[in-house]
């Protein structure tokens, strides 16, 4: 114990790194509601931001912070959303990124000796395959900004029997990152950060009820915070577990 | 008779396992994208595990012939060089075939009560640890892994016991096209020994099998010093790719 709090220290001190600036092109996925919108509201005054969600343009506008450009990105086709997410790239004009958090997710509750194989293959497409497509293709752009890529894994990737599926692509994420960050060493800084149960509405979209045991969950600001500071530490990966964020809250709004 | 279900059944490991099986008395039925000539016992369904609508075409009449004493889950592909050299499609399919297609078989066979007795996922020794040069490859097996340990206890309320088992670099042809230049074949274990370790732990219903001392000790080192262990590889791996292989 008396020996890992110096440990800490001395990874906060080195990673004071760059705070993302205004200059920075930030790109978060999945970033309509949840964790992702957390976050894009977080960075809204200091960065420029691409957010990517499922839902069309219009639909979610209203909620998206001011000056935020947007893409339509359903991850439940990677290929199409990978497509999506390089034309905007493109149509912004940014040759380079700073930073770029695949957020997005998806899951379903249930036994797994039921789980129909569409829901299997979308939990897989829209969490891993989509995720993985994405950062090869934002290869070049991350290289050439000497950026930072950050995955949002979870705390099941080390196995839940009510969403297999889920847990088996998140543990599949970090896998990716775990050989990315060794890979892109000196190029690219890559990182997963894994959130514990977090206060949003996925529970509620994944058929899952987490009764009284959800007013311990995070809540979504407390845990973009805690992925932000995650994202410039100077670990590959950071697990965000309930002894992480219990005791936590981000300050309110400035 | 008692009757197995392999995949991945033509070369390499599965190959093993189908003749270990046979030999022990199984009727087996094997999976694979070319069927093997002249086995006998053994029934071949041909189809590309890569290929979402030929699984689910074949899935039917694959739990036609179940139910199954045993499942093992052996078909893998990999890709090998840097992250980003390796075309989207590549991925694709390797995801598919390592990945999602086990997950679909296995939740098709428990809904129609095709499986009973054992299944066995073939994930790989890369779980525990970081694998630079196989990014996609490592997670894949992650995630195939962390998929049969999440539906050990589900699944064995409906009487199939779950095995992982995370075989090392193996004596086969798969591995050597993979292999980093210079790797020294002779630390590669045997199929037939991996064959015989993996089928007893899935037999005897054991949660994990390591097969070979090397590779224990290797996931040891990889429990302990993830990082290093990581690092390592780097050196020994990623660093001595030739170009991208998929």
């Known amino acids: ?254 | 008779m008692k009757r197995a279900l392999v995949t991945g059944a033509t070369h390499g490991l599965g190959r093993t396992m189908v003749a270990l099986l046979i030999e022990r008395g199984y009727a087996v039925v094997a999976v694979d994208r070319v069927a093997a000539a002249g086995r006998n016992g053994v029934t071949d369904f041909v189809c590309d595990l890569a290929d979402r609508d030929a699984v689910d075409r074949m899935l039917p009449r694959l739990i036609g012939t179940g139910p199954f004493d045993l499942v093992v889950f052996n078909a893998g592909v990999s890709a090998t060089g840097r992250f980003e050299e390796v075309p989207a499609e590549a991925y694709r399919r390797l995801l598919t075939v390592n990945a999602e297609t086990p997950m679909v078989m296995a939740a098709a066979l428990m809904r129609a009560g095709a499986a009973r007795g054992a299944m066995c996922f073939v994930s790989s020794l890369s779980h525990f640890t970081g694998y630079p040069g196989a990014a996609a490859y490592a997670a894949s097996k992650d995630a195939l892994a962390i998929y049969a340990i999440s539906v050990r206890k589900p699944f064995a309320r409906r009487g199939v016991s779950v095995t992982l088992a995370c075989p090392g670099p193996l004596r086969t042809e798969h591995a050597a096209r993979h292999a980093p230049d210079g790797a020294d074949e002779n630390l590669r274990l045997e199929p037939a020994t991996a064959a015989r370790l993996i089928l007893d732990a899935a037999l005897t219903g054991r949660r994990l099998v390591v097969p070979g001392r090397n590779a224990r000790l290797f996931a040891l080192a990889g429990r302990i010093r993830p990082q290093a262990v990581t690092r390592w590889m780097r050196r020994l791996v990623f660093e001595r790719l030739g170009r991208a292989v998929w």
């Open chain 1, 1 to 254: 114990m008396t020996k890992s709090a110096p440990a800490r220290t001395e990874a906060q001190t080195e990673i004071g790194p760059r705070s993302p600036g205004m200059t920075d092109r930030v790109l978060i996925t999945g970033a309509t509601s949840g964790i992702g919108l957390a976050l894009a509201n977080r960075l809204s005054q200091r960065a420029r931001l691409l957010l990517t969600g499922r839902r069309p343009e219009d639909a979610v506008r209203s909620v998206l912070p001011a000056g935020a450009a947007y893409a339509c990105a359903d991850q439940t086709s990677p290929e199409a959303a990978v497509a999506a997410i390089e034309a905007a790239l493109a149509r912004l004009g940014w040759d380079g990124l700073d930073l770029a958090v695949l957020n997005a997710g998806t899951g379903f509750v249930g036994d797994p000796a039921d789980e129909p194989a569409a829901r299997l293959r979308a939990t897989l497409d829209a969490n891993l395959i989509a995720a993985l497509l994405i950062s090869r293709a934002l290869y070049p752009r991350l290289a050439s900004a000497r950026g930072r890529l950050v995955l949002v894994g979870s705390t099941a990737r080390r196995g839940a029997a009510d969403f297999a599926s889920y847990a088996a692509s998140k543990a599949g994420l970090h896998g990716l990152a775990r050989a990315l960050a060794e890979e892109w060493r000196g190029r690219v800084e890559v990182r997963i950060v894994h959130p514990g149960p977090t206060a949003t509405a996925m529970h509620a979209k994944a058929g899952h009820d987490p009764g009284r045991l959800g007013r311990l969950f995070a809540p979504p600001d407390t845990m973009a915070m805690l992925i932000e500071r995650a994202a410039g530490s100077a670990r590959p990966v950071t697990n965000l577990s309930f002894s992480r964020f219990a005791w936590r809250r981000a300050p309110g709004p400035r």
